[in-house]
Each structure stands twice: as structure tokens, then as C-alpha cells.
């Protein structure tokens, strides 16, 4: 067995880490984890504050899940869903058309976030040349400014977020973009009140203007989660619904981040009664234990690609791994606790809890503002509180609370400026509290040391 030393050189050398600066990289090698706690490979314990990037929903080493990979794995590990089902991947299927809201119920399966996008984005686009009434000249999408939809080519040209996505310009394909529909940026004239309507007002000038272009609008439903967690304004999305309805666009719905409870309801559409034409799944769906991804659409869509096979109809698209049978087990346990233990029905309680813990942040004099929808929160760090101002961005002030915050045994990434505390539906009040007196106490530390620190223009 390697030493921990040798781990440590392994990792630190040989594996290449995302959205990582490797030259500053220090190692954290996680060895085990159990319920919300990580543990390195020396022992020390972390809190995963944002559910090992935003996946883990109902903690490390749940027996269930676990037993259900391990059952899974003693019959068949893999097998391929080209041409061919899975006891576990159809069963899933058929527990998504249940949970998902509508008439959704057909189930495309992907391997991750990214993938499955990809599938939506290209189940869109055949779906119009093959529908009753072909519109082959719908070939664009309609994307919002600040958009994350993942990191492939065809996922990054509909994300919006120049850090990540400018770069690979060259490389994307055109995209017709809205700005984010975010309450802090409307022009002064526009009240908080109107935002919605302001929002909605851009959108339908766009669909007026180009909609026998638009194959379909993509969005994540209510939060721009890699954006820094912009909050739409209450009633965009439905009215984004109506829109597309009236302007004869299909709406994709990226409910990776948002799906499976973490806002207070299974699927961020229910907030708004809202049902998608396409619905995407991943992270959070195998509980976060496994990889693996769907897009959930209606009847309308899939029958658009029956035939019979000389026809060319079928959906030209599949990975390997799309519905491998472990992961789908573990999901299918997931779903399974989810359901039997109310997970959803009782976030309130630690949902309540969270906004509390938000309130003290808020309170602190370097905090600009705090955001909450269900168990995912953010918390936008500020220089100087009278002004809203950003900290220079070379400080890197967000990255810093961070590290401070690993010396008090929790683990949360930032967003630039944002602190996101997301973590397990699962953590229990006292493992909040650690939470939460963590950040507190690291965003008072790293402030009070940047405060003798001359800011570099
Ligand atoms: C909203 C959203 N969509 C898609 C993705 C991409 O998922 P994956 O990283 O599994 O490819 C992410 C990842 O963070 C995401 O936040």
C-alpha cells in the first residue's frame, strides 16, 4: 500500500486538477467520508460545506446508498443502453417520469451535467426538423449572460460566464443572449418591483424578433448557480414558460444544481408550476455517489423520433456510460430516501436554521448581502459595506476566508466573491453551527488582515 507521502506526490504531480491552478495547488488527498465529514489522508476531518461541488444530498457512506451500489454491483456493473435496458436504469426511468412534474416522462440518460446537456441542446434541434410541422431553420438557442450549463464545447456555448467560457470563443457556436435576469442589476429607473416584468419585457422582445430562429431557451430554473448564485426574480420563470409557449420555442431547464430538493422543493419548475419541454438531471440525482445524468422530456418530443429504423429518426446521440446500472441504483436509493424520510418536506427546519446563520453573516460589516432558497445560500463579501463595493479582485478575498475556514475543519469553494454554502440536506443543526461559526470567524479573520493590508488598485 502507497505511504501517504506518496499519495500526497502522486496527487501533487501526476494528477491534473479542475479548475485548478496547479502551481499554486496544495494537496488535500480525501481518503474516507461519513455523513457530512471528509476526511484527508492524514486523519483531519472537513465539513463539505458545498456537498463535494454541490452533488452530495444526503451525506458520505449512506448504508442504503452504498448497499444499493454494492447489491447492483454482485449482479451486473455495466452494460450498454444502446439498443439494450437495465433493471435499475428502467426502473429510474420510470420513478422520474413519477417525480418530475407534467407530462414528462420520457428519459434520455447522460453520464454527467455536461453530457446532458449536450442532449437536450441536440434533442431540441432534431426534434424540429422532425416534428409534424418541420421548422429545420430553428438552429439557435436563446441563452441568459452568465449562464453555466457545463464545459464541453456545444454545454459552453450556451454558458455565459466569461472567466470560463471567453477563452474557447473561437471554438463555440453563436448563441442569441439575454442579459441574467438579475434584481441587482436593473437600471436605476427600473424599481425591484418591476424586475420581473423588465426581465420578461427583454425576453419577449428577443422571441418576438427571432423566434422562428430559436430551437430552444436554456436556463437554470430561479438560480444561476455558478454565476455566484444570481436569484431570478419570483415569476421569471413562469412567465419565461408563457413566452416560449406563445413564441413557439422549447424550454430547457438545467435543474442539475437545483433538482432533487436542495431548494425546498424536488424540482426548482414546482416553485412556479412551471413544466419544461426538457428537464436536465444530474449531480445531486445518484445522491452524488456516482456519475450519471438525464433529461426527462414529453411525449410531443419523443414521438417526433419514432419511425421505424430506416427511417433516420432515432435520436442520434449516446455515451458508453449513459445509465449505467450502479449509479442508477444508487439513485433509485436515493429517490427512495428522499421519499421515505420527507427529506423535502422537512427541509424547512434546517432551511430556518440557515437563514438564521445567514442573518449573523449579514450582520458582519464586510458582508454585502446574503441569498437563500432552500439549503443553497450565498454570501457576497464587500470592502466597503456604505458602498457595495468589490474587494480588488487580485485579493482574493473569497479564496482566503476559504482556506481560513479549512483550518477550522470546513470545506466550502467561492465563486469569485461569493461564498456558497450549500451543503448535504443531511447535516444536522450542530454540524450547521459549525458551519456557520466557521464562516463567521474566517470572514472576520481574513477581513481584519486585509484591513492593514493596502489595497492594490
Ligand atoms: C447548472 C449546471 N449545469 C450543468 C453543470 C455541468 O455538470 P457536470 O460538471 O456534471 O458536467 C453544472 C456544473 O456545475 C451546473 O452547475
Not at 458520505?60 to 450498454?80: F, K, N
Not at 416553485?271 to 438525464?294: F, R
Request: aromatic share 8%; net charge negative; proline share 5%.
Amino acid at each position: 500500500m502507497p505511504t501517504s507521502d506518496e499519495i500526497t506526490h502522486w496527487d501533487q504531480h501526476h494528477f491534473w486538477h479542475a479548475f485548478t491552478q496547479m502551481d499554486e495547488y496544495e494537496s488535500l488527498v480525501i481518503d474516507r467520508a461519513e455523513g457530512v465529514w471528509l476526511y484527508d489522508i492524514e486523519g483531519q476531518r472537513y465539513l463539505d460545506g458545498v456537498s463535494s461541488m454541490w452533488c452530495n444530498l444526503l451525506g458520505h457512506g449512506h448504508p442504503r446508498i452504498s448497499q444499493a451500489i454494492r447489491e447492483q454491483l454482485d449482479r451486473v456493473a455495466h452494460s450498454t443502453s444502446l439498443g439494450m435496458g437495465s433493471r435499475p436504469a428502467a426502473t429510474l426511468a420510470k420513478r422520474l417520469a413519477e417525480i418530475t412534474p407534467g407530462d414528462l416522462q420520457h428519459v434520455f440518460f447522460g453520464s454527467d451535467g455536461s453530457s446532458v446537456t449536450e442532449v437536450a441542446l441536440k434533442m431540441a434541434f432534431q426534434y424540429w426538423l422532425q416534428c409534424e410541422e418541420p421548422r429545420p431553420q430553428k438552429t439557435k438557442y436563446l441563452a441568459l449572460g452568465e449562464a453555466y450549463h457545463g464545459d464541453t464545447l456545444g454545454s459552453a456555448s450556451v454558458g455565459g460566464i466569461a472567466r470560463f467560457h471567453e477563452i474557447f470563443e473561437p471554438l463555440l457556436f453563436d448563441v442569441i443572449r439575454l442579459d441574467a435576469p438579475d434584481p441587482r442589476s436593473l437600471p436605476e429607473d427600473v424599481s425591484g418591483s418591476q424586475a420581473t416584468d423588465y426581465f420578461l419585457g427583454q425576453l419577449e422582445a428577443v422571441l418576438a424578433e427571432h423566434h422562428h430562429q430559436i430551437a430552444a431557451f436554456v436556463l437554470e430554473p430561479l438560480i444561476q448557480a455558478a454565476a455566484g448564485m444570481i436569484f431570478h426574480p419570483a415569476g421569471y420563470l413562469r412567465g419565461a414558460r408563457e413566452l416560449t409557449k406563445k413564441y413557439d420555442v422549447l424550454l430547457i431547464t438545467d435543474e442539475i444544481v437545483t433538482g432533487f430538493g436542495r431548494t425546498g422543493r424536488m424540482f426548482a419548475c414546482e416553485h412556479e408550476e412551471v413544466v419544461p419541454d426538457i428537464m436536465c438531471l444530474g449531480k445531486s440525482i445518484t445522491g452524488g455517489y456516482l456519475p450519471l445524468s438525464a433529461a426527462v422530456t414529453h411525449p410531443e418530443i419523443y414521438n417526433a423520433f419514432l419511425g421505424d429504423a430506416a427511417s433516420g429518426r432515432s435520436f442520434l446521440h449516446g455515451h458508453t456510460y449513459g445509465g449505467n446500472q450502479l449509479a442508477a441504483a444508487a439513485a433509485l436509493a436515493t429517490i427512495d430516501l428522499l421519499e421515505e424520510d420527507q427529506v423535502v418536506q422537512r427541509i424547512d427546519e434546517r432551511a430556518g436554521q440557515l437563514t438564521k446563520w445567514l442573518a449573523r453573516l449579514a450582520a458582519h460589516r464586510h458582508v454585502g448581502e446574503t441569498r437563500q432558497r432552500g439549503m443553497i445560500a450565498a454570501v457576497e463579501l464587500t470592502a466597503s459595506p456604505q458602498r457595495h463595493e468589490p474587494y480588488p479582485t487580485e485579493l482574493r478575498v473569497a479564496a482566503r476566508i476559504c482556506r481560513e475556514a479549512l483550518r477550522r475543519e470546513v470545506w466550502i469553494r467561492p465563486l469569485r466573491d461569493t461564498l456558497v454554502i450549500m451543503p448535504p440536506l443531511s447535516i444536522t443543526a450542530e454540524e450547521l453551527d459549525i458551519l456557520g461559526e466557521a464562516l463567521l470567524d474566517s470572514i472576520e479573520t481574513v477581513t481584519t488582515e486585509l484591513a492593514g493590508t493596502p489595497a492594490r488598485s
